[in-house]
C-alpha cells in the first residue's frame, strides 16, 4: 500500500513459497524501482534508499514475458495462482538477506545493469529482449541469493514477513540464553582466575593429594574389613545353620530308606495280590464272554449228525440194515427232541393241535381221544401208535414253523428272509421222505428222521434269534445234511 493506495500485483512477477509455511507470495519492489535503476544504473537501490543492507527489493517485470523457472529445489509456482498468507496479499513482501548475500546481489544487478545499458545503446528494436533477459537474470541472480542466504544462515530461503518475524523471536531468545551463558561463564572465569592468585605450590598440591589418597584409600580399607568381618560372621552363622541342617536331613535320610524299604515290600505284596486278582478276573471275563455266547436251548439240546444219522445230545435216531441201533437210543433221541419241541412251544405260548408230553425216554403225544407212544420197540409190521406219534411230532414242528414265519411277517421283515423249514413237510413226509416205520425201508425211514432232526433246529436258531433266548455272539454251528 502506497499513499493510502492498494498496489496492483504485476502478473509477470515471480512467485516464491516461504519455506517454513509453504504459502506463496511474490518478491516486488516500489513502482519507482525502474526510475531508480535507470537513475543509479545498477539493479540494486540501496544506493538509492535508506534500508538496511540486510533488505532487497526487486523490480517489477512487465506482462507478457513469463518468468523462467529457478534453478535448484526452489518451488516456482505458476503465474495464475494466487498468493495469500494470513488473509492479505503478499505483494509487499521484502526479502532478509545477509550483508554478503546483499553485496552478490548488487553485484549481479550491477554486471546485468551494464549489459542492459551496453543493450539499450545498440538499437531501439533489441529493448524488449534487453529487458526479458535482464528479467532472467535477475530471477537467477535470486535464485543464487536465496541459496548463499540458506548456507549462511542455515535457514531455508526465502521466508516471509511472518515467518521471518517468527524465527527472529525464536533467534533472540537463544540470543538471550547464550548471552546468559557467556555471563555465567566469564562469572566462573573470574573466580577461577582469583583463586589461582591464592593456590598452593606444586610440591604442597602433591603432598596434599597424596595425604587425601592416602586417607581415602584407609577409609576404604577400613569399610572393607567391617564388611569383611560382618561377611565372616554371617558366613559362620551360615555354616552352623548348614551343619544343623545336615543333621536333620541325615536322620530324615535314614528314616526315608526304611520307609522306602517297608514301602517296596507292601508294593511288591500287594502287586502280586494284585496280579492274582486281575488274572482271576480275567479267567472270570473269559468264562461271562462264553456265556453270553452261549444259549441254554443250544447247550442243553446239541443237534449235530452222525454219518447217516441225525443226533440230539450224541443220541442217534433212525436206524440202518447194516447200523444196529439200540431201542434205548432212539427213544432217548426221541424224548429230547420232543422236551426240546415242548420247551419252544411253552416260551412261544404257543398250543399245537397235538398236545406233547415229554418223559424222558417214555415220550408220549396225544391227540383228544387216544395217547400214542413215541418210544420203542416196536414190530415192523405192528407199529402204528409209534408211526401216529412220529406224524403228529411231524405236524407239530410244521405249525411251529407257520407260527415263525407269521411272526416275521409281523414283523414287516421282507418276503425272501422269513422264516421257512429247509426241508418241505407235507402230511407224513420230509423232503418227499415218509417219517413212518411201516412198510418203509430203514434208509428211507432214517433220512426222513435226519431231516426232521435239521428242520428242529433251524426252529430253535429262529427262536433263538427272536427272543430272549438270543446270545450275545451269533451261533455259528449249522447241521449238514447229505442226500
Known sequence: MEGGKVAVRDPALPRWYCQMCKHPFVISGADAYAERVSAAGSGSVLAASRMDQSFVLLPKHKAGYPPPRPRGAMNYPTPAAESHHGGRTMEESFVVLPSAAASMYRNDMSGEGQAGSSGNSSGGGAQPQTSNASFNASVNVLTRVFEIASAQTQVDQPL????????SDEMEKQIEEVTKDIKEYESCLDR????????????????????????????????????LERQNLEVKLQLEDYERKFKDLDELEQRFWHDFNNFKLRLTVHQEERDAVLAKIDVAGAQ???LKAANVLNEAFYICHDGDFGTINNFRLGRLPNVHV???????????????????????????????IPMGSYACIADSKNTYELYGPVNLFWSTHFDKAMVYFLACLKEFA??????????????????????????????GFAITQSFNRPEKWT???????CNLKWSLYWLIGNTLFQPTSPVSSSLTIST
Open 326 to 356: 439200540e431201542w434205548d437210543e432212539i427213544n432217548a433221541a426221541w424224548g429230547q427232541a420232543c422236551l426240546l419241541l415242548h420247551t419252544m412251544a411253552q416260551y412261544c405260548q404257543l398250543n399245537f393241535t397235538y398236545r406233547l
Open 192 to 227: 577461577f582466575e582469583k583463586e589461582q592468585r591464592t593456590s598452593v605450590s606444586e610440591e604442597e598440591f602433591t603432598f596434599i593429594v597424596l595425604f587425601l589418597f592416602q586417607v581415602e584409600e584407609e577409609r576404604k580399607l577400613e569399610a572393607t574389613i567391617e564388611q
Open 288 to 290: 461271562l464272554t462264553a
Open 160 to 167: 516471509c514477513l511472518e515467518c521471518m518475524r517468527v524465527l
Open 447 to 453: 433220512k426222513a428222521l435226519k431231516f426232521m432232526l
Open 402 to 431: 407257520d407260527f415263525a414265519n407269521a411272526k416275521d411277517r409281523a414283523a414287516r421283515v421282507a418276503p425272501g428272509k422269513c422264516f421257512t423249514l429247509p426241508y418241505l413237510i407235507e402230511n407224513d413226509k420230509v423232503e
